[in-house]
């Protein structure tokens, strides 16, 4: 066991590090002449969570799916680990973790059947699972704590309980860039904090995690850049510099919902300084003059 | 007793009826490793369409005098092209399309069978003659059986991945795309190959039934394949066999048997069947896990 244990080591160490995602002047026009996303660039390094943030419609699935190779970019390119998108699919440098509401949860599979799905790119063309794919998947179980569930159809499972298992093919499928499409939507704080706690684990280790949210308020809790969409990229780059109210008020115009609290209307005393919440539909974000924290559920 | 046991053994005597046996299992083992995919798209309607689509490029084949997988082939793809046309040029909604340009060509079909009843058999298109079957058929029946499953063994997991999640699928470098294709070239032509066991009308049973039967007795899609091979080839073996004694209408006792194996199992599946749902209800505390 221990010399397989090495084995899947050395394995996962030829992986090449340094994760990185360059989006340069990237333009997406469908075949019915819309144009979703207009000349957008960023840039993202290795051991990085970053949150794309947008209304509906402001082009957050079309970034993704044209950094999955799902529409081909009518001008500019998208670039992962330095090379063409399909190559690095070939490669198995993409994970993907689903939108729920995407995912067909009658299908009948078991855990185990999803999270080995992830080691599909690393077999021959038969899929036939070696002892080292059967050993990733259970450490990928392992470390999400799906273990006591591998035996259960997928729709069986709650939403953080789903969440965690295509969390756990993620994890299987050795990805150095990770792309979670709404992830914390129907799910309970606690697995919220244990799905974050991952993420840091992996940011750790030089992974890059590009994460659509809605969720606000946790944004500067967890992600260390921002990509800002509306139809292009509005601003891009640390959290500190971009998660601004400003930028937000741009990106959503009159979206948001937007509460000035201050003066005796929030406490009794004679502090001038004012409170603004901004939300839209989960978790506020509360701006404290010029520092941002956190604000708790609801409003 | 002997003489009834020498009765029951008549069928495997006759060359016919074991050609008719044998083609009608592959047939029947084919289709169903098919209906474990189509069934659970949403997609199972699409059998019945092409089923009945093809009907006008069989009776052509036959009147002609060409190999009818030809004509079936040609004819499947103008349904296909009609029903895009159609569709780009309409707001009309594609359950309509469908039904439009499947009942067409279907009709035209039956036109042509008319036209010339003596190359053509309405019955053997509409309801298949499997007990009669011509040798050159079999051969055609035999290639497209023999050859979609082989292709089938080779993509099974490939196509779970696509149909179940296709964001993955591409993720991990498939070509979502041509698997998607291929399925539905090979649907094409399983559809054609049941065409001469059950005819045009009972297809859509055979691109169906099988799976919807797995589906209630196991939640492994591996196993939901192997369940679902098993019954259509031993429905459609027993089928035939069972035929001789009728006299015909092989495609109708293939059926008949499909159904009454997913009657038993739509009440009797160990979880997902109405006597494991009434236990449930009367247990409800060990029943939520």
Known sequence: MNALIEATRIASERVPNGASISVRNLSVTYGNGFTAVHDASFELDPGSICALVGVNGSGKSTIFKAIMGFVRPSAGEVRLCGMPVDEALKKNIVAYVPQSEDVDWNFPVLVETVVMMGRYGHMNFLRMPSRADRYKVDEALERVGMSAYRDRQIGELSGGQKKRVFLARSLAQEGRIILLDEPFTGIDVKTETAIIGLLRELRASGHLMLVSTHNLGSVPDFCDRVVLLNRTVLAAGPTAGVFTQANLERAFGGVLRNFQLGGRALHDDDDTRHVTVLTDDERPLVFYGDKTRKGSDGT | MTEMLAELLVPFSYNYMMKAMWVSALVGGVCAFLSAYLMLKGWSLMGDALGHSIVPGVAAAYILGAPF???????????????????????????????LVFTSLFALGLLMASL??????????????????????????????????????????????????????????????????????????????????????????????????????????GRLIVISVALGVSTSFVGAYISYFLDGATGGVIVVLQTLLFLVAFYLAPKHGLLAARRRRLAPTEAIT
């Not at chain 2, 895009?84 to 009309?92: D, G, S």
């Not at chain 2, 296709?166 to 399925?183: D, P």
């Not at chain 2, 559809?191 to 049973?205: D, E, K, M, P, R």
């Open chain 2, 116 to 221: 010339w009843p003596t190359s053509v058999s309405i019955q053997t298109i509409v309801l298949g003659n499997i007990l009669a079957i011509a040798d050159e058929d079999v051969v055609q029946v035999a290639i497209i059986a023999g050859i979609s499953l082989v292709i089938m063994v080779f993509i099974w997991k490939d196509l779970m991945v696509t149909f179940f999640d296709e964001s993955h699928a591409r993720s991990i470098g498939l070509n979502t795309t041509l698997l998607k294709v291929i399925f539905f070239t090979l649907l094409s032509a399983c559809t054609v190959a049941a065409l001469q066991t059950v005819g045009a009308c009972l297809v859509i049973a055979m691109v169906v039934t099988p799976g919807a039967t797995a589906y209630l007795l196991t939640d492994r899609f």
């Open chain 2, 69 to 99: 997988a030809i004509g079936a082939f040609l004819a499947g793809i103008l349904a296909s092209l009609g029903m895009n046309f159609v569709k780009q040029q309409t707001r009309l909604r594609e359950d309509a399309v469908i039904g």
